[in-house]
């Protein structure tokens, strides 16, 4: 499960950055994935929970936001929902969309004292 790496990365920057801030303590991690990052939000929530232990983030609240997939045709230029990267256009059936959004998973906020 490649969730537990990510999970891992995502403390470590974290916790660099609190302790940059000289945080005692890290309340609350705001978390963006997006649906075409590959990553599974379940698995995801399991990893943090267990990445968290023992680091100043081990009760930190973990905050998902999930951004649904979104394409543009190159083709006939019109936009849509993707659910998968590989998926046509349902206007006009080409391959290969560009993707507007859906590909994030990065680190929105992080609350510390
Ligand atoms: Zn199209």
């Known amino acids: 499960m490649h969730e537990f790496s990510i999970a ?3 403390i470590e920057i974290v916790n660099q950055h ?5 945080a005692h303590i890290v309340n609350e ?7 075409l990052s590959g990553v599974v939000l379940d698995a995801m929530e399991f990893a943090m ?12 609240g ?6 649904k997939g979104r394409g543009q ?4 230029g019109k936009a849509f929902d993707l659910q998968n990267v590989f998926d046509p256009c349902p206007f006009c059936g080409a391959f290969n969309p560009e993707v507007k959004q859906g ?6 906020a992080i609350n510390v004292d």
């Open 8 to 10: 891992i990365g995502i």
């Open 18 to 22: 609190a302790e940059k801030a000289e």
């Open 29 to 35: 991690i705001e978390i963006e994935v997006g649906e």
């Open 49 to 60: 929970e267990s990445a968290k232990k023992g680091t100043l983030a081990e009760n930190a």
């Open 62 to 67: 973990i905050v998902f936001h999930y951004i």
């Open 73 to 76: 045709c190159r083709d006939c």
């Open 103 to 108: 590909k994030e998973l990065r680190v929105k």
